[in-house]
């Protein structure tokens, strides 16, 4: 057969251009996609979308870690991408970009994921995900072995053990070690381990140790190895495959000007002088108003929670704010056995003042989706709220990172206990279902009309009703509450709070907002009541939308 230019040069033009287009495609090792789905077109994939977008376009973050959120609720997506820690911002900035691309490729409808390249790693998921240790983790191992595996075993362990130690005395940006040892007269091992550093000491310590010990077995006397996983990895062989930091820079040498004399340098001296001092006077006393304004500032919300809102008129709640000691022995130290229940924003409990008096304790969690707007709406909201059909707030605690909410304790728990089981349902006969449908609806009249303020409750459910010992229903959880003026019957809002379901279709797809909102989700929980089925909600071209059934329990 006649060799043919015509045919070799297209080819050869073909293949440098290939080569050029992926000379830039990342080392890919491995990936995971979870078994839950989420739904085209919906706001999770919009969330995902911006999230995945402004991580490749973050310019600014120069150490290799980035951790961001999109989203309110249900619908939030955390994402956290970490970069090998010897690599420089240029090289991580590509893989970062390269693996936003090419995850949703390979986990097209997946709402956790999680991929791994030479050089960085990416995952987001549904739910909170930064400052926690996960402990799955995928592995990959050189195919040959080692002459002297019990050697060489010892060797490793003693510089993963240093290389630990290392990473895990790391700062908020860099939890990351690399070195070598030697294992045979010539023959050297190579160690990198790194942390999210996000993670405290402890955490990366631990998660780096176990993610070995989970694998020795399995990697034992391999000439190479390392360990993947999503909140640290490790890898080891008997070449340097890591890049060398850089030296830092020698010091300026410092260049020393002979001094002068004369009478001439005596005047230049003492103005120089004069210049300096005026100078620092000025600062010293400028510092000092800074910090007696700050100080002053500091004690001043230390020692009254200030609810500085323009509709607001309790200007301060020192009287409710309770210490959290005191709260402590009240729940005997938020005792397991305690726990009332577990919701979006914290945990309940139970428990009883010195007094005797019994209350529920809200204990909002770190990483809840309830901040201090939430937190401070609810405290403003609750405690101006006095009503039969209302629960009550005793008072609230604010220290540190603890904050809680004490409520009147309601012995019967909250309504969707009793509805959607099947055998404490039997106590609700028709004439109790009738007192709570009235209950409720005479509750929502006092939100929306009675009070000084007409408050918009948000999230009005049967997990939202309390009853007491004479099942008497109480609204409770304003946390998502919204407040208008007297005279204003309707607002906008981009911010979309709520449980699916139960949410007024002009509310969850345009943020139209009024008393209708609690009225149509009112209308949900009366068929509820009615039926005793839980409603679930049908997708309508991939949005949440109104269209509700009502399943058996």
Not at 32 to 51: G, V
Not at 206 to 233: A, E
Not at 407 to 428: A, G, H, M, Q
């Amino acid at each position: 057969m006649r060799f043919s230019w015509r045919l070799f040069v297209p080819a050869f033009v073909f293949s440098i251009l290939f080569c050029l287009v992926h000379a830039e495609d990342e080392i890919y090792l491995r990936h995971m996609c979870s078994a839950a789905n989420y739904t085209s077109y919906s706001i999770y994939q919009e969330n995902l979308k911006a999230l995945l977008s402004s991580l490749s376009s973050n310019k600014a973050i120069d150490y290799g870690f980035y951790n961001f959120s999109v989203g309110e609720r249900f619908n939030r997506v955390f994402a956290i991408a970490l970069c090998r820690g010897d690599i420089g911002q240029s090289a991580c900035q590509r893989c970062v970009n390269f693996s936003t691309a090419d995850l949703p490729r390979r986990c097209p409808a997946q709402e956790e994921a999680i991929v791994w390249y030479d050089n960085c790693m990416l995952r987001y998921s549904t739910r909170w995900i930064f400052r926690s240790v996960e402990r799955y983790a995928s592995y990959m191992y050189n195919a040959d072995n080692v002459t002297d595996p019990n050697l060489f075993t010892q060797a490793l362990d003693g510089l993963l053990s240093r290389l630990r130690e290392g990473a895990s005395s790391g700062d908020s940006r860099h939890k990351f070690a690399v070195g070598s040892t030697k294992y045979a007269t010539s023959t050297s091992i190579y160690g990198l381990v790194q942390c999210t550093p996000d993670l405290t000491a402890l955490q990366c310590s631990h998660c780096l140790n176990t993610s070995y010990k989970d694998v020795t077995g399995d990697i034992r006397g391999r000439l190479g190895g390392r360990v993947l996983g999503p909140s640290c990895n490790i890898r080891y062989d008997i070449y340097q495959f890591y890049e060398i930091p850089a030296p830092p820079p020698p010091p300026t040498p410092t260049t020393v000007v002979p001094s002068s004399t004369g009478e001439g340098s005596d005047k230049v001296r003492k103005i120089i002088l004069g210049i300096v001092s005026t100078v620092c006077i000025v600062i010293l006393i400028i510092s000092i108003f800074i910090f007696l304004k700050v100080r002053k500032r500091k004690a001043k919300g230390q020692n009254n929670f200030l609810l500085t809102d323009a509709h607001d008129d309790i200007t301060s709640t020192e009287c409710l704010q309770f210490k959290f000691e005191t709260i402590q022995v009240a729940t005997d130290n938020f005792k397991k056995d305690n726990k009332l229940g577990q919701g979006g924003f914290g945990s309940v409990y139970k428990g009883k003042l010195v007094g005797g008096k019994r209350i529920a304790v809200k204990r909002l969690a770190a990483n809840s989706g309830q901040g201090d707007l939430e937190f401070k709406n609810e405290v403003v909201i609750v405690a101006k709220l006095q009503h039969r059909n209302l629960v009550r707030l005793f008072g609230f605690c604010l220290e540190g990172n603890e904050r809680l909410l004490i409520y009147e304790f309601v012995s019967n728990s909250s309504l969707d206990r009793f509805l959607f089981d099947p055998i404490k349902r039997t106590y609700l006969d028709w004439e109790t279902r009738y007192n709570i449908i009235g209950g409720i609806a005479r509750g929502l009249l006092y939100l929306h009309e009675d009070s000084r303020l007409r408050i918009i409750h948000r999230d009005l459910k049967a997990g939202n009703i309390l009853l007491d010992e004479e099942m008497c229903p109480k609204i409770a959880d304003f946390g998502l509450a919204k407040l208008f003026i007297p005279n204003q019957t309707q607002g906008d809002t981009s911010r979309i709070c709520g449980t699916y379901g139960y949410m007024a279709p002009e509310y969850l797809i345009h943020g139209k907002l009024s008393v209708k909102s609690d009225v149509y989700s009112f209308g949900i929980l009366l068929f509820e009541i009615i039926s005793g089925q839980k409603n679930s909600r049908f997708c309508s071209g991939g949005e949440p939308y109104v269209l509700t059934s009502f399943v058996g329990s």
